[in-house]
């Protein structure tokens, strides 16, 4: 089946500082990712979608300044969260789709603290 | 608004049959997804309906009902590692996916 990786799976880090996720589709072309945070007990939350080559569009209420997302090629999305702090902790998931409204496939997530 | 159904918790013995219900109300449907997910875990994809009647697949199996609104999950021949949570979510009208808040499972030996 697809495979979607995700770097790093767990990172610590300072606040103020910044931390950039790798999201990866290993066995096909994702023309669009997604990326998603999860609190404790809760379901996923989506956070914006990429497309290839084109600007990502944010959900509603999160800052696409703080969280910087790029796509630049069919196989490879980054999340950068900007001046970290330690409400940024959370659980950061990404999945990907051969095509825009194809099955998503998910990456295993990273684990982000911030002290 | 939008809304998806499912109860938060269910405990079921090894070996057995169990059923997960999904309710759901969105702003149209393009298919209702199942996702298991353990803890620590990114979801892991089960299945997909999109019309209606009976998924099978394995030990698992996916029931939808447009009309009703009305998913189930069924685990036949449950084992200690289906322990997870089971995630619903419908895609809308606008190919966005509406979770639900995910059942938690408990499979006792």
């Known amino acids: 089946g697809a495979v979607v990786s995700q770097h790093p799976s767990r990172v610590i880090c300072k606040s103020g500082t910044s931390v950039k996720i790798e999201c990866r589709s290993l066995?096909?072309?994702?023309?669009?990712m997604f990326w998603y945070r999860q609190f404790p007990k809760q379901s996923l939350m989506l956070m914006a979608t990429?497309?290839?080559?084109?600007?990502?569009?944010?959900e509603q209420g999160v800052e696409k300044d703080k969280f910087l997302i790029n796509h630049a090629s069919l196989t490879l999305s980054t999340l950068t969260v900007t001046s970290a702090h330690p409400e940024d902790s959370s659980f950061y998931i990404c999945?990907?789709?051969?095509?825009?409204?194809?099955?998503?496939?998910f990456g295993p997530g990273t684990r982000l603290t911030v002290t | 608004g939008q809304n998806i159904d499912q109860p938060t918790e269910m405990t079921a013995t090894e070996g057995a049959i169990v059923q997960i219900n999904c309710t759901y109300q969105?702003?149209?449907?393009?298919?209702l997804f199942w996702y298991q997910q353990h803890a620590g875990e990114a979801p892991t994809f089960l299945s997909y309906n999109v019309l209606d009647g009976l998924e099978e697949k394995g030990r698992f199996s996916s029931f939808l009902s447009r009309s009703k609104g009305y998913s189930y999950l069924l685990l036949k021949e449950l084992q200690m590692k289906d322990s997870a949570s089971y995630l619903c979510?419908?895609?809308?009208?606008?190919?966005?996916?509406?979770w639900g808040a995910g059942t938690k499972l408990i499979i006792k030996p």
């Open positions: 990429s497309n290839e080559g084109s600007k990502a569009t944010y």
């Open positions: 066995d096909f072309q994702a023309t669009t």
């Open positions: 969105t702003s149209g449907f393009n298919g």
């Open positions: 999945s990907a789709s051969e095509r825009e409204f194809d099955e998503q496939y």
């Open positions: 979510a419908v895609m809308d009208s606008n190919y966005q996916l509406i």
